[in-house]
Every structure is written in structure tokens, then in C-alpha cells.
């Protein structure tokens, strides 16, 4: 059963519990972007005596939600607006200064993860658990923000390796673990007198959508050398353009990385070359759902069985009910 509670944090680390303040409590995450936001609003009005010393939010405190005493987010807001009797507060949590700042930094032949912690150590961002990832990395990076640099390093093992990997942050520290190592089960409890159940089985609502507009099934490798126009690999499934048409994408890559020409044409291939499915989904919540989540769907209505990622993920508690919006598609 849920019990969330917000804890308003200043400067001078003095702690306040403004739970009872707050309403349409809102979080969520994307795995096209790095951190969780988190929305809601607060009552103020300093016309009411009763209400003075409780207009305390300021732009650049610190937030942490909890629920039954389990740390769901933390971080800074960002954003406030006021109004006579409410404000209403936007917060990310800490990749907000990863997405926001700047750096120059050079690899040479460094593991991707190595490297990943030599970036992190450079602005001192806590971390939690990185994976190891083989990836050699051998690049200078300018005017990127920290955010892009990972990401860059995380997609040329991707490239490489053929696996995905979640980058994201949890409790103030950073996490970086592969899609297959995040499968979840989903759990709701209703009252503490009732038993849990899985809400995917009680889903409130669905519906799909199926497109061919991202699908790729011709992959060409060549050099990001502007003098040359040499293709280093092809990887192509003529089956599947014998049905849809060529539907072709041209990848660049180093010099030093031409002799994976034909791995990252064949990863790619995979990684594109099918009908692009997404379902969104509303059901109960569950603290752990977040984005970069694998579940179990079996769903007969709409012919959705086996693993699901999670791609979007909304959580909202508003009058005592825990609900989640989903956007998911298949693992290939």
C-alpha cells in the first residue's frame, strides 16, 4: 500500500516534511532522455495567518519523494510557477547537471565503462553501478555536454556489441546496466488487508500502433573520411525488401573502427529492420516501473506476448490511487 511523503531540503540542509502542502503529484522518465522529472503543486496563501512561515519553496531546493520510506526520486527544482493560492513545482533529478554541462575531455583506447568513470570522476557524479561494456574508445570530445558524451560512448558499444544499456540516475548516483539485466514484475497492493496482485492482468486501458516509417533494412557501413566513399560493409535482408521496398540507412564510423564495419552493419540491421510497434498502456502503480524496464505482457486482445521495454513511463498519485502510463514495444 502506498504511502508517499515529500521532503522539502534548503541550502543550510534543514529538512521539512510539506506532504500534507502538495497534490497532483506526478513523476516520469524516458528512455530517449537522461533523469526523471517530477511535477506537483503546492497550496500557499499569505493572506491566511494560519498559513504564515509555509510559503518555503524556492527555485534550487532540493526534493526527495519517498513511499513507505523507499527513495523514489530525488533531485532540484528547476522550474516554479505562482499563483495567489498555488505554485507548482518541476524537479529533475541529478542528470539535470549532466544534461546541462559542457566539457572537453580525449580517450585512447579506454574501456567504454573506464570511461564512462574517468567523465564522471572529472565532475564528481556519485555512481552506483556501471557494467562493464569491452567497447575500446578512442575519441575527443568538444563542446559536449556530459549527457551526450555517454550516450555517444553507450551507442558505439551498442554499435559493437549488439547489446543496449540503460543509463540512468537513482538515490543521487549514477547506473549504467544492460536492458536484459532490468526485467521486472510488476506489483500493486491495494490495502494492507489485501492480497498483491501483477496490474498488467487488470490493465485500465490499451491501445497500438504499428508503422513501417522507421524500418531499415539495408545497412551500409563507410568512413566519416569526407574524401572517401568507399562502403566497408552491406548488410541487407532481401526478403524483407522484397515485401516493403529498400528502405536503406548509411552509417559512419571512424577509420579505426572499419574492421567492425560488417558487425555494427549486421547489429544495426537487427536493431532496425522490423515494423516499429508501440503500445501505451494505463495501469496501477508500481514504484519500480520506470523507463528501460522489461515486462512480461501476455495479452491475447491485442497479440502482445513475451518481453516488452518500457519506452515512457508516467506515474501519478492523485486522491490516494497510484496509477502509470505506459508506452511499450516488443524486445527483438
Same mark, same amino acid.
Given at each position: 500500500? @502506498?504511502?508517499?511523503?515529500?521532503?522539502?531540503?534548503?541550502?543550510?540542509?534543514?529538512?521539512?516534511?510539506?506532504?500534507?502542502?502538495?497534490?497532483?503529484?506526478?513523476?516520469?522518465?524516458?528512455?530517449?532522455?537522461?533523469?526523471?522529472?517530477?511535477?506537483? &503543486? =503546492?497550496?500557499?496563501?499569505? +493572506?491566511?495567518?494560519?498559513?504564515?512561515?509555509?510559503?518555503?519553496?524556492? =527555485?534550487?531546493?532540493? /526534493?526527495?519523494?519517498?513511499?513507505?520510506?523507499? +527513495?523514489?526520486?530525488?533531485?532540484?527544482?528547476?522550474?516554479?510557477?505562482?499563483?495567489?493560492?498555488?505554485?507548482? /513545482?518541476?524537479?529533475? &533529478?541529478?542528470?539535470?547537471?549532466?544534461?546541462?554541462?559542457?566539457?572537453?575531455?580525449?580517450?585512447?583506447?579506454?574501456?567504454?565503462?573506464?570511461? /564512462?568513470?574517468?567523465?564522471?570522476?572529472?565532475?564528481?557524479?556519485?555512481?552506483?553501478?556501471?557494467?562493464?561494456?569491452?567497447?575500446?574508445?578512442?575519441?575527443?570530445?568538444? %563542446?559536449?555536454?556530459?549527457? @551526450?558524451?555517454?550516450? %555517444?560512448?553507450? +551507442?558505439?558499444?551498442?554499435?559493437?556489441?549488439?547489446?543496449?544499456?540503460?543509463?540512468?540516475?537513482?538515490?543521487?548516483?549514477?547506473? /549504467?546496466?544492460?536492458?536484459?539485466?532490468?526485467?521486472?514484475?510488476?506489483?500493486?497492493?491495494?490495502?494492507?488487508?489485501?492480497?498483491?496482485?501483477?496490474?498488467?492482468?487488470?490493465?485500465?486501458?490499451?491501445?497500438?500502433?504499428?508503422?513501417?516509417? $522507421?524500418?531499415?533494412?539495408?545497412?551500409?557501413?563507410?568512413?566519416?573520411?569526407?574524401?572517401?566513399?568507399?562502403?566497408?560493409? =552491406?548488410?541487407?535482408? $532481401?526478403?524483407?525488401?522484397?515485401?516493403?521496398?529498400?528502405?536503406? +540507412?548509411?552509417?559512419?564510423?571512424? %577509420?579505426?573502427?572499419?574492421?567492425?564495419?560488417?558487425?555494427?552493419?549486421?547489429?544495426?540491421?537487427?536493431?532496425?529492420?522490423?515494423?516499429?510497434?508501440?503500445?501505451?498502456?494505463?495501469?496501477?502503480?508500481?514504484?519500480?516501473?520506470?523507463?528501460?524496464?522489461?515486462?512480461?505482457?501476455?495479452? @491475447?486482445?491485442?497479440?502482445?506476448?513475451?518481453?516488452?521495454? =518500457?519506452?515512457?513511463?508516467?506515474?501519478?498519485?492523485?486522491?490516494?490511487?497510484?496509477?502509470?502510463?505506459?508506452?511499450?514495444?516488443?524486445?527483438?
Amino acid at each position: 500500500m @502506498d504511502n508517499y511523503t515529500l521532503f522539502l531540503i534548503k541550502d543550510d540542509g534543514k529538512q521539512s516534511n510539506i506532504t500534507n502542502l502538495c497534490g497532483n503529484l506526478s513523476w516520469r522518465d524516458s528512455i530517449d532522455t537522461l533523469g526523471m522529472e517530477l511535477n506537483f &503543486d =503546492v497550496v500557499r496563501n499569505i +493572506e491566511d495567518r494560519y498559513m504564515k512561515g509555509y510559503d518555503l519553496i524556492k =527555485v534550487g531546493d532540493k /526534493i526527495v519523494l519517498l513511499n513507505n520510506n523507499n +527513495e523514489i526520486f530525488r533531485g532540484i527544482i528547476v522550474d516554479l510557477g505562482t499563483e495567489r493560492y498555488s505554485k507548482s /513545482i518541476t524537479a529533475f &533529478d541529478y542528470a539535470f547537471y549532466l544534461n546541462q554541462s559542457k566539457t572537453i575531455i580525449q580517450f585512447n583506447k579506454v574501456k567504454a565503462n573506464e570511461a /564512462i568513470k574517468q567523465l564522471c570522476g572529472k565532475f564528481s557524479v556519485p555512481i552506483g553501478n556501471i557494467t562493464n561494456i569491452s567497447t575500446v574508445i578512442t575519441k575527443i570530445y568538444k %563542446d559536449d555536454t556530459v549527457a @551526450d558524451i555517454v550516450r %555517444d560512448i553507450l +551507442e558505439q558499444s551498442t554499435n559493437e556489441l549488439g547489446i543496449k544499456y540503460r543509463l540512468e540516475m537513482r538515490a543521487g548516483k549514477l547506473y /549504467i546496466e544492460k536492458y536484459t539485466d532490468l526485467i521486472i514484475k510488476p506489483i500493486f497492493k491495494p490495502a494492507s488487508n489485501l492480497a498483491s496482485f501483477n496490474p498488467l492482468s487488470t490493465m485500465i486501458s490499451i491501445s497500438k500502433s504499428e508503422s513501417i516509417a $522507421d524500418m531499415k533494412n539495408s545497412i551500409l557501413i563507410s568512413s566519416n573520411d569526407e574524401k572517401s566513399s568507399r562502403v566497408a560493409a =552491406v548488410a541487407k535482408d $532481401d526478403k524483407n525488401i522484397a515485401q516493403f521496398g529498400l528502405l536503406q +540507412e548509411v552509417e559512419s564510423v571512424d %577509420d579505426k573502427d572499419i574492421v567492425k564495419a560488417k558487425v555494427i552493419a549486421q547489429n544495426k540491421l537487427k536493431e532496425l529492420n522490423r515494423i516499429g510497434e508501440d503500445t501505451s498502456i494505463e495501469l496501477l502503480g508500481d514504484d519500480n516501473v520506470r523507463a528501460g524496464r522489461i515486462l512480461e505482457v501476455n495479452n @491475447d486482445m491485442f497479440k502482445l506476448q513475451g518481453q516488452y521495454l =518500457v519506452k515512457d513511463c508516467t506515474h501519478a498519485y492523485q486522491n490516494r490511487i497510484h496509477k502509470m502510463s505506459l508506452t511499450i514495444e516488443k524486445v527483438v
